[in-house]
């Protein structure tokens, strides 16, 4: 026990006005609290059920059939000589961490109301430990991944050593969002209307199926790439696929300072809301 | 030194039902400008200043609504003071509910872990004391089972084992004695007094005004979110039960239009019992007539009462939508009239009443200690005879010899 450390500091509580700094050190104080939460939304949701597993995979490959038989078969659209199955599964492997990991990280503060109202710590290891415990479910992705890849003979090429700084990037956006949407949620609870309305409509507008650098006309590009998850998406393609799906780099660059911009102002939106979570939720 | 510092502290919170707004409505305000009422405000903790000395207890005392429960929140740093400043010296862990985040799915041994985690302690810290939380809550062999299969006092017992070793400088805690049988509160009171013994600061906030005479050391006494007394917890005690008396034995009427959105007050509050008013007597039924004055007519109104002990324990709540002969929309102003069934009464004792009034799920009058009133002994079964033991309440239970067979 820290006792004789903690003895001299004092701890002052007093109204807050004005802007809040994130006070990165009392997170990091209290990085053990956001371990348990994150092995506790683990352990819960693949506790109950053998489907909860099977689902994990299910999803994603059977979203994949659906858009390699739509997009690769039927509609015919370009894959570049790729197998359909792969383009279209590592793009599914982001957008699957994105739409799944937002939703639940959108109501964590919500569900975590009891814990709020009852015992103080910095509320953002909340939505970040559900961010955190999708990662279970990435890593499983990332095996059907490598199982789609054998089958279809895709070499595995050195640039899969860049597919951590493409989930790195995934996460962050996720992350980003996550504490927009989850803050927001707080004071609004409508915003869980607006979640799942979000991730619908964002499969449309962001290129899981398909190759979009041949759709969109050069004028929109740059357009098209504010959503972060574009450039995420060529990333994971380039890594998986190799050198001929290089990203559009302008794109990438884009949706990179798209997320950090997300990220920045989501922390500071939520550290200087989140002293008045306990008396709304 | 001291190891709390509390000065000027106040906290304001907005009533009515706008505790969360939403987006559509957020959204078109900005075309009516200006048309969004003002919202009233209400302070549950007013000016408020003290000290706690290093290994003082403190025991916080008050009516329901004093503000004890704000205070509370405010120094575990869960909602944050309107004005004022408090100044801690020391590792505080603040308990405000038994097994905070135990999940039903998990184990014993996860939720102990989880929950540790959730009231400050570290692994390292859990897994040494893992045992001993295990012997404490009398529990072993059920540590794998989830614990939605445990009884309810089961959970309770583990989520206080582990509460119970938490070993911070300051610890703060709410109401959970009332928690657990019998024998396990005693456990936990014991354990409590080890603690206190121990050298740490303690502030306590209970109804049980026996625990709180018994373990603290010093006392706070709130009323209407302000300090009406601090000082040796023996003499604040009594303070506090004196004034649960009725001023000169006749209880009178305080509305403090405080509370509540105002679209309906409450006047007056009459009991009666037989033909007596202002006094009860057990048998004799009890009645209570609520004036109120709304802003409209036609108002949807539901009247709510409850009755609760000297110990500020709720032994009665009434609300007037469970009668279904009861209209649903109520004139400007009127009076209800709500009995009490004469075959059931409260025992003799002292008794504080509290009034609410809601209109479509927002609170428009809420007066926390409306009235006291003594109930009396009287002949309630008839006979000149009482029960052997006394308790909360008596009832004309019927007794029947059966038959043999």
């Not at chain 1, 109202?117 to 490598?146: D, H, K, T, W």
């Not at chain 2, 207890?57 to 740093?77: C, D, E, F, M, Y």
């Not at chain 2, 614990?147 to 089961?154: E, F, L, R, T």
Request: glycine share 10%.
């Amino acid at each position: 026990m820290s006792d004789n450390l903690a003895a001299d500091a004092e701890r002052v509580i007093r109204p807050q006005p004005g802007f809040i700094a994130i006070d990165f050190g009392e997170i990091w104080r209290y990085r053990e609290l956001f371990g348990f939460l994150a092995w506790r939304d683990i352990l819960v949701r693949y506790k109950q059920t053998y489907l909860g597993v099977a689902w994990v995979v299910l999803q994603p490959v059977l979203t994949m059939l659906v858009f390699t038989v739509l997009f690769g078969r039927f509609g015919k659209f370009p894959s570049n000589g790729a197998p359909y199955p792969v383009l279209t599964f590592a793009a599914m492997l982001p957008w699957q961490f994105f739409a799944n990991t937002l939703g639940e990280s959108s109501n964590s503060l919500v569900a975590s109301a009891r814990i709020i109202s009852r015992v103080y710590f910095p509320r953002l290891i909340i939505p970040a430990s559900v961010v955190c415990s999708g990662v279970v479910e990435a890593v499983i992705s990332v095996v059907i991944l490598g199982i789609l890849m054998l089958w279809y003979g895709v070499v595995f090429r050195p640039l899969l050593l860049l597919l951590p700084v493409f989930f790195a990037l995934t996460f962050l956006t996720t992350f980003a969002a996550g504490a927009w949407f989850s803050a927001l949620n707080v004071k609004y609870r409508d915003v869980r209307y607006v979640v799942p309305f979000i991730t619908r409509l964002g499969i449309m507008v962001t290129p899981v199926g398909f190759l979009w650098m041949g759709m969109v006309p050069e004028k929109w590009r740059l357009w098209f790439c504010l959503n972060p998850l574009v450039g995420i998406i060529d990333g994971f393609r380039w890594c998986v696929l190799g050198p001929g799906f290089e990203p559009y780099w302008p794109g990438v660059w884009l949706g990179g300072a798209v997320t950090a911009v997300l990220l920045v102002t989501g922390m500071v939106y939520f550290r200087n809301t989140e002293k008045t979570f306990a008396d709304l939720i | 030194m001291a190891a709390i510092t509390v000065r000027h502290l106040g906290k304001q919170y907005r009533l009515g039902t706008q505790t969360y707004d939403t987006l559509r409505d957020q959204l078109a305000g900005l075309f009516r400008r200006g048309a969004r009422a003002e919202r009233q405000t209400f302070w549950a903790l007013k000016d408020v200043s003290f000290e706690v000395a290093k290994g003082d207890i403190v025991g916080v005392i008050g009516r329901n609504g004093a503000g004890k429960s704000t205070l509370l929140k405010i120094l575990s740093q869960i909602t944050e003071p309107t004005e004022g400043e408090v100044r801690i010296r020391g590792r505080v862990a603040s308990l405000l509910e038994v097994g905070t985040g135990f999940h039903p799915e998990l184990t014993g041994r996860e939720n102990v872990f989880l929950n540790g985690a959730i009231l400050g302690m570290t692994r390292a810290e859990i897994t040494r004391k893992f045992d001993v939380i295990a012997a404490f809550a009398e529990m072993d062999t059920f540590l794998d089972t989830p614990v939605k299969h445990y009884s309810s006092g089961m959970t309770t017992r583990l989520a206080f084992a582990v509460a119970a070793h938490l070993e911070p400088e300051i610890l703060i805690i709410d109401e959970v004695l009332a928690v657990g049988d019998a024998a396990f509160q005693k456990k936990c009171i014991g354990k409590m007094g080890e603690v206190a013994r121990g050298g740490r600061t303690v502030i306590f906030v209970s109804h049980n005004m026996a625990a709180v005479t018994s373990l603290c050391t010093r006392g706070l006494y709130l009323e209407r979110g302000q300090v009406k007394a601090a000082g040796p917890m023996q003499e604040i005690a009594d303070a506090y039960l004196n004034d649960a008396l009725p001023q000169g034995g006749k209880s009178s009427f305080r509305g403090d239009g405080q509370r509540g959105s105002g679209k309906l007050r409450f006047t007056d509050l009459e009991i009666r019992s037989g033909e007596v008013t202002g006094a009860a007597v057990c048998g004799a039924g009890l009645r209570f007539r609520l004036t109120y004055a709304a802003e409209q007519d036609r108002v949807a109104a539901r009247f709510i009462v409850n009755i609760y002990d000297h110990q500020q324990i709720r032994l009665l709540a009434m609300d007037s939508v469970t009668d279904s002969s009861m209209p649903q929309f109520f004139p400007r102003e009127g009076t209800v009239e709500l009995q009490v069934p004469a075959d059931v009464s409260l025992a003799p004792g002292r008794y504080s009443v509290e009034l609410a009034a809601v209109i479509y799920d927002e609170v428009a009058d809420h007066i926390p200690g409306a009235m006291e009133f003594e109930m009396r002994n009287g002949d309630f079964f008839g006979n000149g005879k009482m029960p052997h033991d006394p308790a909360a309440f008596l009832v004309k239970a019927p007794w029947s010899l059966q038959a043999p067979d």
